[in-house]
């Protein structure tokens, strides 16, 4: 089992990167988050904490093998504490993974229902039950912070989070908020807070 893997980031998209580790180049999936705090690193070298899995149905004798990354052994062990509520799964638990860890945790151990079901894909039933199993798992997690060796951002992790869920909420889909966020966030310049980047990203859209 492949549990953690160092190489050159040699591609980013919407869902998963291409890691090259010696000659062989790997897909691996990845969240939301992770993808944006990735976004400076390409062509740099990078460790990502491994998950494998086999996607497809067996019944159908079809199975892909995947791998999911995380910048952390602690989101890597969150997701599969996530993973584990009935309902959720593990590409679910990909497409919510759009905010920190650590604010996941807070949400549920402070049974912040309405928040977990404004991720991507949750919900408020799946929110309860996400509540219910994981409230009395969560507390450690829920004092993680913030990685000291991420790169500067152009904005910080949460101003970023929060832009793309309030995007997800006017009705953009999650491409299209992704695209908008990115050509917002590419000149570097910097965003103290969501109000700011929000303007940033509906001046760009305007005809000139």
């Known amino acids: 089992m492949i549990t953690k893997m160092t190489g050159q980031l040699v591609g980013?998209?919407?869902?998963s990167?291409?890691?090259q580790v010696g000659p062989i180049e790997y897909e691996v999936l990845i969240s939301e988050f992770t993808r944006r705090q990735l976004q400076q690193q390409i062509g740099q070298q990078i460790s990502l904490h491994t998950i494998e899995y086999l996607e497809g149905n067996p019944g159908h004798g079809r199975?892909?093998?995947?791998?999911i990354g995380f910048l952390s052994e602690a989101e890597r062990e969150?997701?599969?504490l996530f993973c584990s509520?009935?309902?959720v799964g593990v590409k679910k638990a990909l497409r919510a993974m759009v905010r920190p860890v650590q604010e996941v945790a807070v949400a549920i151990e402070e049974q912040q229902t309405k928040l977990l079901a404004g991720l991507p894909g949750i919900g408020m039933a799946t929110a309860e039950r996400i509540v219910a199993k994981l409230r009395r798992k969560v507390p450690k997690f829920a004092l993680?912070?913030?990685r000291a060796e991420a790169p500067e951002e152009a904005a910080p992790a949460?101003?970023?989070s929060e832009t793309y869920q309030i995007l997800l909420g006017l009705g953009h889909s999650e491409s299209d908020a992704r695209r908008l966020l990115d050509r917002a966030l590419q000149p570097g310049r910097k965003y103290r807070d969501v109000q700011e980047l929000i303007q940033a990203i509906y001046?760009?859209?305007r005809p000139s």
Do not use: K, N
């Not at 199975?63 to 791998?67: E, F, S, W």
């Open 158 to 160: 949460d101003v970023v």
């Open 203 to 205: 001046q760009q859209t």
């Open 63 to 67: 199975l892909i093998p995947r791998l």
């Open 17 to 19: 990167l291409r890691l």
């Open 12 to 15: 980013l998209g919407e869902e």
């Open 78 to 80: 969150f997701f599969e």
């Open 85 to 87: 509520v009935d309902g």
């Open 144 to 146: 993680m912070v913030t």
